[in-house]
């Protein structure tokens, strides 16, 4: 079994996909890189299926329509003990690829449970100052509200697989980015947090809610 999915939803994304998928390999062993193409119209496709066939045991290729939430197909074709959302224009911090795999396997070699690993992340824009986004200051043993740019992020979650495959399948909006985060909530039990920047955003974070109140209702 693999240690950890991650999961890059892709279309149109032939400039951008080659440095999220490499940025996997470094740890091919431990990691599955799921694919999942939403129907582009350019060679994104046929990329994908090229890293395939370059790194059968590594790269899963899976095509879907555009109005299908790609979290819950990617679910369906997972294999890896824990999961992560990759966006085709970001990638992974080597070294703290490193340190996710290590620390996942200290917990199994312990024998303990980890619903929830939170990481950092960094925002690494081109012509503009990288900027790190950390949790370390937060007293994780007495959490209470955190400030408004402290919430948990898609970026900084890597979650069970199993436990992500709890969420209620009839609340579709769900299965939308960071709506998934909180959608887990109710079933963390565990969570560790990491200190390492492990999610590198190539751009300008963009939230896409299909519905306008959907984080309300879900709160």
Same mark, same amino acid.
């Given at each position: 079994?693999?240690?950890? $999915?991650?999961?890059?939803?892709?279309?149109?994304?032939?400039?951008?996909?080659?440095?999220?998928?490499?940025?996997? /390999?470094?740890?091919? &062993?431990? #990691?599955? #890189?799921?694919?999942?193409?939403?129907?582009?119209?350019?060679?994104? @496709?046929?990329?994908?299926?090229?890293?395939?066939?370059?790194?059968?045991?590594?790269?899963?290729?899976?095509?879907?329509?555009?109005?299908?939430?790609?979290?819950?197909?990617?679910?369906?074709?997972?294999?890896? @003990?824990?999961?992560?959302?990759?966006?085709?224009?970001?990638?992974? &911090?080597?070294?703290?690829?490193?340190?996710?795999?290590?620390?996942?396997?200290?917990?199994?070699?312990?024998?303990?449970?980890?619903?929830?690993? !939170?990481?950092?992340?960094?925002?690494?824009?081109?012509? %503009?100052?990288?900027?790190? !986004?950390?949790?370390?200051?937060?007293?994780?043993?007495?959490?209470?509200?955190?400030?408004?740019?402290?919430?948990? &992020? /898609?970026?900084?979650?890597?979650?069970?697989?199993? $436990?992500?495959?709890?969420? +209620?399948? &009839? %609340?579709?909006?769900?299965?939308?980015?960071? /709506?998934? !985060?909180?959608?887990?909530?109710?079933?963390?039990?565990?969570?560790?947090? @990491?200190?390492?920047?492990?999610?590198?955003?190539?751009?300008?974070?963009?939230?896409?809610?299909?519905?306008? +109140?959907?984080?309300?209702?879900?709160?």
């Amino acid at each position: 079994m693999k240690l950890l $999915t991650v999961c890059i939803p892709c279309y149109n994304s032939i400039m951008e996909m080659h440095k999220a998928i490499n940025s996997c /390999l470094l740890m091919k &062993d431990e #990691v599955e #890189v799921l694919i999942v193409d939403r129907h582009s119209h350019d060679e994104t @496709l046929q990329v994908a299926k090229e890293y395939e066939e370059a790194y059968p045991e590594t790269v899963k290729v899976i095509t879907t329509r555009e109005d299908v939430p790609f979290l819950k197909i990617a679910l369906e074709h997972s294999e890896g @003990l824990y999961f992560k959302i990759l966006q085709c224009f970001d990638y992974l &911090d080597q070294p703290s690829l490193v340190s996710v795999i290590e620390t996942i396997r200290d917990f199994i070699r312990i024998q303990a449970n980890l619903d929830l690993l !939170v990481t950092d992340y960094k925002y690494v824009i081109p012509q %503009e100052k990288e900027k790190r !986004v950390s949790y370390k200051n937060i007293e994780w043993h007495n959490i209470k509200a955190f400030h408004k740019h402290f919430q948990i &992020d /898609l970026g900084s979650v890597i979650i069970k697989t199993s $436990t992500l495959k709890k969420i +209620n399948t &009839d %609340e579709e909006n769900i299965f939308y980015n960071e /709506l998934t !985060v909180y959608g887990t909530i109710p079933y963390i039990k565990s969570m560790y947090y @990491l200190n390492v920047p492990f999610h590198c955003y190539g751009t300008r974070r963009k939230i896409h809610i299909s519905k306008s +109140n959907s984080y309300v209702d879900l709160m």
